[in-house]
């Protein structure tokens, strides 16, 4: 039984390179967060003067920067800090938001009113600007810019949840369960929870991708990590000032960024996929 | 291929191939098919015998993945595989019209109905545009919508699944085409409306020398309105030829499996009738309950003894479900009391309600949504046992295993998830679990209206096992006057909210004092198969 | 209609007040900060501070401050910006007309193009192209913008010198910004657009269309569209927000003037009472657009119309 699901699972991923692609990446990038040295031995912080501004070569794969940094180590020393921003926004919008989604689907009633008024009013600041206000309370730094982020997402973590939860609540299996003498706890346990997780867990992963562009993005703008701590946003930033002649600076961060944002998007509609196939 | 024999439609060997995930799959295979001009043909099958794609096929609107293999279509001389798609475009509405399955979700829900019923003149160039919109309204009068003139300002959502499918044949007949496939035109509809419906079709089919090519389920309806049938099964045509020769003197053991199940009217009852006794179960007066303002059940009693089958039959709306609802306190009365086992239960609510349900069961409708799909079988036949905190996890596999044996699954299907096993086989899960906690009563919500009917006649044959078995007591709600009379010891006839008529079952459905049972009665398709 | 403006001033209260709870609220001393900075790092002392929190009306107690700063509010009145010493209401709404102007024509171009492919993937018979276009916007919604503006940049200011790479005077210098700003919002557009394109022409009433006839252009043009126009309409409310959200970066990134860079130079300053006016206009808008929507939406799609109002007559049985 097992043998043959691994097959049908690798002939299946045969015929979707852009899945494995996407799969490659990511594990690259995870790799990189944790053990960066297997990728590079050059100094993140540390520039060598003399090799000021170069273009891409071997010995440089993605040039050097204003003070002689190699543009790749940096990238590569970024990814731990930018990810865990990441993660760390992901967590919070996905934990607060199905909680109080799941609070307000199940108990209903004027809890439900509020909780999903509250969620409307999130909703009608545009995300960027709620975590930009955010920030300006909480102070910068990448776990504040993290915090900002995830909270400025959770509303539609909230939404789904809570539909999720009246769906299958209504569901007539559910019924069945209560009409056959399951408590509300049994039935919120072993029936609600269960199926309605699954499409919640399907748009943490498409918020990563959301959530990897925010982080950047602010800290492009200057509220993140302190320079000279690479972080993605903040090398883009970075460049900035030799957009004319040192392209490289700008470029490679800028893709990095966007190879895992794709990445991780097209793992999410993929999962989406699989789960509403079945 | 010459000469007047060869048919308005003729079909040759045809097969249809799917592309799926999994590979190909092969749906219809060999089929020969002739209808002649004027003349009603029926095919007729369970789901998955191909029936559909081979309609589909007839007029180039096979879903995506299908293809047409091997084997050639023809209509009126002219060979349609192959046809490209501005061939198919003249060919559709004026040559072949459809009749789809489904009226509710037929219409393009943001148009008028008379546009789009003017969009096939418009089309084809069949009448000045200035006179599009009379001749729509024309058309819907003749397709014997009511108030035509109004209903083509109207949008579709605006008007009932009758009108909706009438609506439709109006567009089917707007190109005066000499062929309508109609793909289980009334299935979607109860059955006083598909009666009217169908008789209106053939009429005007008639009139207008019309061929039909009727793809259905029901052999009844093919009776009734064939003259000539195709039994399908497994993609391939078993046996066709005359109505009465094929259903009359069935050569294939299909055909005869097929008649077998279908639920007559004039039919043996599954289990002789028991006498009605004294120990009254279930006792309801007076109920009432109403959504939004409209009464959805008004002033409902009835009493059902200990033992036997009290079947509430009705069309959609009528209110049945709603009442059987109530009876094990899934929904609050308005007004009226519920009495179990000589107790007022109306009012239970909380942990009184819970410790009742140990004594009635339900089974839902749809065997496809009422069992939980992370759940394996064994959790779910046990979960009643858990719930109620009886034995321990081994006791209670146990159980559950036996439970499985009861119903006819073999005990391995403990394991297995719901998405596993089909349509019959989950309605069979979900009546072990509610036998689980061996109640006194147990609810059937039309058990058998979302199956085939061969596994129709199955689960009834289970449901009256189990029921002499363990003593049980149903009270069952159902559409379908055929099953009444198979399983049913009384019946309640109900119509939009009331109880209109109540007796023993044999006597109502001989003698029906009510004219909505008489109705329901005559809407029956088959009657003539019976007769022969 | 009342009963939708009452929403639409409720909502109004409760961005301002989720912005004062977040603002005002939470820890962080916006003041302390601020005469930090000024004073070059050194430490303001304790009697600079003092004045400076009772100049902002922070020494009141907390319900006090929020009932005085909601009766301004009304007003119209934020408070003055903590580092220009302006009214910030006027700084806002002084910034706002460049700003709407690069979103005006990025919210052309981002239906246009986002529109424009989804009809055309979706209408294609040329699998390749269908496929290429239709992979348009999910690219679109995954590259940083910030990056994005200064690709542009690089490419036709730079290299091909076609326009200019910073400022904000002249036509020219919009397009690169509306560019930056239509692509993420065209991308979702796009997105929404196709899916529900492909959802209509899988409905079962297609089937009918296609069988009295109909060409695939009438199918796609004269029934799918229309439905599946509805779905995105709703999108526009979101849009509108990240347009003007997009904007603080593209005008960071092109060092254009306008309530992205106001709102920018804000944060970094935490200069509270200009943030909270941003917060409180983004809100407007979006609550400004969703009532348009609302009103338009019954006149699009006949199901949400009163049955009553147009007809008369509702349901009758075959």
């Known amino acids: 039984m097992p043998d043959l699901s691994v097959r049908d699972t690798g002939l299946h991923l045969l015929r979707r390179p852009g899945l494995v692609l996407s799969g490659v990446v990511i594990a690259l990038v995870l790799l990189a967060a944790v053990a960066p040295a297997l990728f590079t031995g050059q100094d993140p912080i540390a520039g060598v003067p003399a090799e000021r501004l170069r273009g891409p070569s071997p010995s440089h794969l993605f040039g050097t920067d204003e003070t002689g940094r190699d543009v790749f180590a940096r990238v590569v020393h970024g990814a731990a800090l930018s990810l865990r921003a990441t993660v760390i926004a992901v967590l919070v919008a996905l934990v607060s938001g199905a909680a109080l989604g799941l609070l307000a689907g199940f108990r209903g009633g004027w809890l439900d009113s509020v909780v999903m008024r509250v969620i409307d009013v999130v909703q009608a600041v545009p995300a960027i600007l709620l975590s930009l206000a955010l920030v300006t309370a909480l102070g910068f730094g990448t776990t504040n810019v993290a915090i900002a982020v995830g909270v400025s997402n959770l509303a539609a973590f909230a939404r789904l949840m809570r539909a999720e939860v009246l769906r299958v609540r209504s569901g007539a299996f559910v019924e069945a369960a209560r009409a056959s003498g399951v408590r509300w706890s049994g039935v919120l346990g072993r029936h609600v929870l269960p199926n309605a997780l699954g499409p919640v867990l399907v748009l943490a992963t498409l918020t990563f991708g959301t959530a990897v562009l925010e982080v950047s993005a602010l800290s492009f703008l200057g509220f993140g990590a302190t320079p000279p701590t690479p972080e993605w946003g903040a090398l883009v930033a970075g460049g900035r000032g030799f957009l004319a002649t040192a392209w490289w600076m700008t470029t490679f961060p800028g893709l990095t960024v966007a190879a895992v944002v794709l990445a991780t998007n097209r793992l999410g509609r993929a999962l989406d996929g699989e789960r509403s196939g079945r | ?532 | 209609m009342p009963r939708r403006l009452a929403q639409a001033v409720v909502v109004l209260w409760a961005a301002f007040t989720l912005s004062f709870v977040v603002l005002y609220l939470l820890p962080g001393d916006a003041v302390l900060t601020k005469l930090g900075s000024a004073e070059g790092g050194v430490t303001a002392s304790d009697a600079e501070v003092a004045a400076a929190r009772a100049a902002h009306g922070l020494d009141d107690p907390l319900p006090v401050q929020y009932g005085k700063r909601l009766l301004a509010a009304l007003r119209g009145d934020f408070g003055t910006s903590v580092s220009t010493g302006d009214d910030a209401t006027h700084l806002v709404l002084s910034a706002l007309p460049p700003t709407l102007a690069v979103t005006g024509l990025a919210l052309v171009l981002a239906v246009l193009f986002g529109g424009g492919v989804a009809v055309l993937g979706t209408y294609t018979r040329q699998r390749w192209l269908g496929q290429l276009l239709l992979s348009l916007p999910p690219l679109g919604i995954s590259l940083p913008s910030f990056w994005v503006g200064l690709v542009l940049i690089q490419v036709f200011s730079f290299q091909l010198r076609l326009v200019p790479a910073l400022g904000s005077t002249g036509f020219a210098s919009l397009v690169l910004p509306a560019v930056t700003l239509a692509l993420p919002t065209g991308a979702i557009i796009g997105q929404v657009l196709a899916k529900s394109l492909r959802t209509q022409l899988a409905e079962p009433y297609v089937e009918v269309v296609l069988a009295k006839g109909a060409s695939r252009g009438r199918v796609h043009f004269g029934h799918a569209l229309r439905g599946a126009a509805l779905p995105a309409l709703t999108l526009v409310g979101v849009v509108a927000g990240n347009l003007l959200a997009g904007s603080v970066v593209t005008e960071t990134v092109f060092a254009r003037d306008g309530v992205g860079r106001v709102t920018a130079a804000a944060v970094t300053a935490q200069d509270i009472p200009v943030v909270q006016a941003v917060i409180v206009l983004a809100a407007f808008f979006f609550v400004a657009v969703n009532l348009a929507v609302d009103l338009l939406y019954p006149l699009l799609d006949p199901r949400l119309a009163a049955p009553a109002a147009r007809t008369g007559k509702v349901t009758a049985d075959a």
């Open chain 2, 1 to 532: 291929m010459t000469g007047v024999s060869a048919g308005l439609l003729r079909i040759d060997g045809l097969d249809v191939t799917y592309r799926t995930r999994t590979g190909p799959v092969r749906a219809v295979r060999g089929v020969d098919l002739t209808v002649h001009p004027g003349q009603i043909v029926a095919v007729v099958g369970e789901s998955g015998s191909g029936k559909s794609t081979t309609a589909h096929a007839a007029i180039g609107l096979l879903p995506a993945g299908g293809r047409v293999e091997a084997g050639s279509i023809t209509f009126d001389g002219r060979d349609l595989t192959g046809l490209s798609e501005k061939g198919w475009r003249s060919v559709r509405g004026t040559g072949i019209a459809l009749v789809p399955q489904d009226p509710t979700v037929s219409l393009d829900p943001v148009r008028r109905v008379g546009e789009q019923v003017a969009e096939v003149l418009r089309i084809h160039r069949l009448a000045p545009r200035a006179r599009l919109a009379a001749e729509a309204v024309e058309l819907l009068r003749r397709a014997g919508v009511d108030r035509p003139g109004q209903r083509a300002r109207q949008y579709p959502h605006q008007l009932s699944g009758g009108l909706r499918q009438r609506v439709l044949i109006a567009i089917a007949l707007a190109g005066e085409p000499r062929l309508i496939i109609a793909d289980e035109p009334t299935s979607a509809l109860d059955v006083t409306v598909q009666r009217a419906i169908l008789d209106h079709l053939q009429e005007l089919a008639a009139e207008s020398g019309t061929a039909v090519l009727l793809i259905t389920h029901d052999l009844g309806v093919a009776a009734d309105r064939a003259a000539h049938v195709a039994v399908m099964s497994g993609g391939t045509v078993v046996e066709q030829g005359p109505t009465r020769e094929v259903l009359g003197a069935p050569a294939h053991a299909y055909t005869r499996d097929l008649l077998a199940a279908a639920p007559a009217l004039a039919g043996e009852p599954l289990r002789p009738r028991r006498p009605a006794g004294t120990d009254v179960l279930l006792a309801v007066t007076g109920l009432r309950r109403s959504f939004d303002g409209t009464a959805a059940v008004d002033d409902v009693s009835f009493t059902l003894t200990r033992g036997r089958t009290l079947a509430l039959v009705g069309e959609s709306g009528s209110g049945k479900t709603t009442t059987a609802r109530m009876a094990v306190g899934l929904e609050t009365p308005d007004a009226g009391t519920v009495t179990f086992d000589g107790e007022d239960i109306t009012a239970a609510r909380g942990e009184r309600l819970r410790a009742l349900r140990r004594r009635f069961q339900l089974v839902h409708q749809n065997p496809y949504a009422s069992l939980n799909p992370r759940m394996t079988l064994g959790d779910i036949v046990a979960e009643p046992l858990r719930a109620f905190g009886v034995g321990d996890r081994a006791s209670r596999r146990e159980r559950a295993a036996e439970l499985l044996e009861q119903v006819a699954l073999p005990v391995s299907a403990l394991r297995r998830r719901p998405v596993e096993l089909s349509g019959g086989q989950r309605q069979r899960v979900a009546i072990a679990r509610a036998l689980a906690l061996n109640p006194d009563l147990v609810v059937l919500d039309e058990p058998v209206s979302a199956l085939d009917v061969s596994v129709q006649a199955q689960i009834l044959r289970l449901l009256v096992r189990l029921q002499q078995e363990h003593g049980l007591t149903y009270l069952f709600i159902t559409h379908d006057l055929a099953v009444v009379r198979q399983v049913a010891d009384e019946v309640g006839v109900m119509r939009r909210g009331r109880l209109v008529e109540s007796g023993p079952t044999d006597a109502v459905l001989t003698d029906p004092s009510a004219e909505h049972t008489r109705e329901l009665l005559a809407a029956i398709p088959g009657t003539r198969v019976t007769a022969s």
